[in-house]
């Protein structure tokens, strides 16, 4: 598969912070210009997040397609809140409007708190049985020539039948996380799975456990995502001063807004991905070519906070040295959303594609 890469759609144009700060309203005419942007700058999807509080993701989800004509939104989906019977079909149905570019990423909740906020007060593992049996119901019901009937540990029901299926028989289905829960789920149901940007090592033992399970399941290995917050300018050197300016936007973001003031203060995060990114923080604030770790302690690491600092050029290098190691969906998404798009787009991704393009071309050579 060619590599390819991810951004995300911010709602406003006040998400100039970690995702949380985009779940403050939305602004029709400001997604319908971040959205052609992606498309036009050759990105080749774009996440559209799910919180409690954030606008509906199906919903913007649509609106993406609706507004675009190539890019594939990958909608985040936290199992129950819907049916997956329900589920099925609104999926098949975007995808059937979107002409087969959609994908879905589950998302089985990493805190508590925030899945009780939506009546869900199943604990961590059992969250991610409910995701695995979900996304099995998903696939019976695409997949089905007849009704379709269930009766698992979550959910139940008789005689079930879709009129839409999705463009291409399945919708690809995402998942991620670092626990061993995610792990289990991802490689036994996921076409692809999801990352934070750890570094090289860290991710490439995280990809080798979701194989292993992939392997015993007699499944293909996922393809993998993994993601970024690149800071770049022309030098390395100015790079890292914007760096350390959009730290100090960060922290000043983090005292002054709710949601953030909450992730700081409220104690060691209860998802394994954002202890993950904690620790690695507090053993360098640097490391590898260039993966910069302080945006994850100003956060609390709330959500993939990490950051590749340099010009195009060192960013471009990072970036394929997580291909290296069998990343192929690289998703990268700035502190300051549309104007990092619009400057990934224009100096990053070539450099990628002309390096693998390249490589291509040399193995085809000899």
Same mark, same amino acid.
């Given at each position: 598969?060619?590599?390819?890469?991810?951004?995300?759609?911010?709602?406003?144009?006040?998400?100039?912070?970690?995702?949380?700060?985009?779940?403050?309203?939305?602004?029709?005419?400001?997604?319908? !210009?971040?959205?052609? &942007?992606?498309?036009? @700058?050759?990105?080749?999807? =774009?996440?559209? #997040?799910?919180?409690? %509080?954030?606008? /509906?993701?199906?919903?913007?989800?649509?609106?993406?397609?609706?507004?675009?004509?190539?890019? !594939?939104?990958?909608? &985040?989906?936290?199992? @129950?809140?819907?049916?997956? =019977?329900?589920? #099925?079909?609104?999926? %098949?149905?975007? /995808?059937?409007?979107?002409?087969?570019?959609?994908?879905?990423?589950?998302?089985?909740?990493?805190?508590?708190?925030?899945?009780?906020?939506? @009546?869900?007060?199943?604990?961590?593992?059992?969250?991610?049985?409910?995701?695995?049996?979900?996304?099995?119901?998903l696939r019976k019901v695409w997949t089905a020539d007849g009704p379709v009937s269930h009766e698992g540990k979550h959910y139940r029901f008789e005689g079930f039948h879709s009129d839409v299926r999705p463009v291409n028989g399945l919708v690809p289905i995402s998942v991620?996380?670092?626990?061993?829960?995610?792990?289990?789920?991802?490689?036994?149901?996921?076409?692809?799975?999801?990352?934070w940007g750890e570094p090289l090592k860290e991710t490439a033992e995280q990809i080798a456990a979701v194989n292993a399970v992939a392997d015993a399941a007699g499944r293909p290995h996922p393809r993998i995502w993994v993601s970024f917050r690149p800071i770049i300018a022309?030098?390395?050197?100015?790079?890292?001063?914007?760096?350390?300016?959009?730290?100090?936007?960060?922290?000043?973001?983090?005292?002054?807004?709710?949601?953030?003031?909450?992730?700081?203060?409220?104690?060691?995060?209860?998802?394994?991905?954002?202890?993950?990114?904690?620790?690695?923080?507090?053993?360098?604030?640097?490391?590898?070519?260039?993966?910069?770790?302080?945006?994850?302690?100003?956060?609390?690491?709330?959500?993939?906070?990490?950051?590749?600092?340099?010009?195009?050029?060192?960013?471009?290098?990072?970036?394929?040295?997580?291909?290296?190691?069998?990343?192929?969906?690289?998703?990268?998404?700035?502190?300051?959303?549309?104007?990092?798009?619009?400057?990934?787009?224009?100096?990053?991704?070539?450099?990628?594609?002309?390096?693998?393009?390249?490589?291509?071309?040399?193995?085809?050579?000899?």
């Amino acid at each position: 598969m060619p590599v390819e890469f991810i951004s995300a759609v911010h709602t406003d144009s006040g998400a100039n912070g970690p995702a949380a700060s985009a779940r403050t309203g939305f602004d029709p005419e400001y997604v319908r !210009r971040y959205a052609r &942007a992606l498309d036009d @700058g050759g990105f080749d999807h =774009t996440l559209v #997040a799910y919180h409690s %509080a954030s606008p /509906d993701a199906l919903q913007l989800a649509q609106f993406v397609v609706n507004h675009t004509e190539r890019i !594939r939104p990958v909608l &985040a989906h936290r199992p @129950g809140v819907i049916f997956p =019977t329900h589920a #099925a079909r609104a999926f %098949a149905t975007l /995808d059937r409007i979107s002409n087969g570019r959609l994908s879905v990423h589950i998302i089985s909740g990493g805190s508590d708190e925030e899945q009780h906020r939506e @009546g869900d007060y199943l604990n961590k593992t059992e969250r991610y049985e409910r995701s695995d049996e979900y996304i099995q119901i998903l696939r019976k019901v695409w997949t089905a020539d007849g009704p379709v009937s269930h009766e698992g540990k979550h959910y139940r029901f008789e005689g079930f039948h879709s009129d839409v299926r999705p463009v291409n028989g399945l919708v690809p289905i995402s998942v991620g996380g670092s626990s061993q829960d995610a792990y289990r789920v991802g490689g036994q149901q996921g076409d692809i799975f999801g990352l934070w940007g750890e570094p090289l090592k860290e991710t490439a033992e995280q990809i080798a456990a979701v194989n292993a399970v992939a392997d015993a399941a007699g499944r293909p290995h996922p393809r993998i995502w993994v993601s970024f917050r690149p800071i770049i300018a022309p030098t390395d050197e100015l790079a890292w001063e914007k760096a350390h300016r959009t730290l100090g936007v960060l922290k000043e973001q983090t005292a002054n807004t709710e949601v953030l003031r909450h992730y700081k203060t409220s104690g060691r995060p209860a998802n394994v991905g954002s202890q993950r990114l904690l620790d690695i923080a507090e053993r360098g604030e640097v490391h590898d070519r260039c993966l910069w770790t302080a945006p994850a302690i100003a956060t609390n690491a709330a959500g993939a906070s990490t950051a590749l600092v340099g010009s195009p050029e060192t960013v471009a290098q990072a970036l394929l040295d997580y291909v290296d190691i069998g990343c192929d969906l690289l998703s990268i998404r700035g502190y300051d959303p549309l104007n990092d798009a619009i400057d990934y787009a224009r100096y990053v991704l070539p450099l990628v594609r002309q390096e693998l393009a390249h490589r291509a071309a040399t193995s085809q050579a000899a």
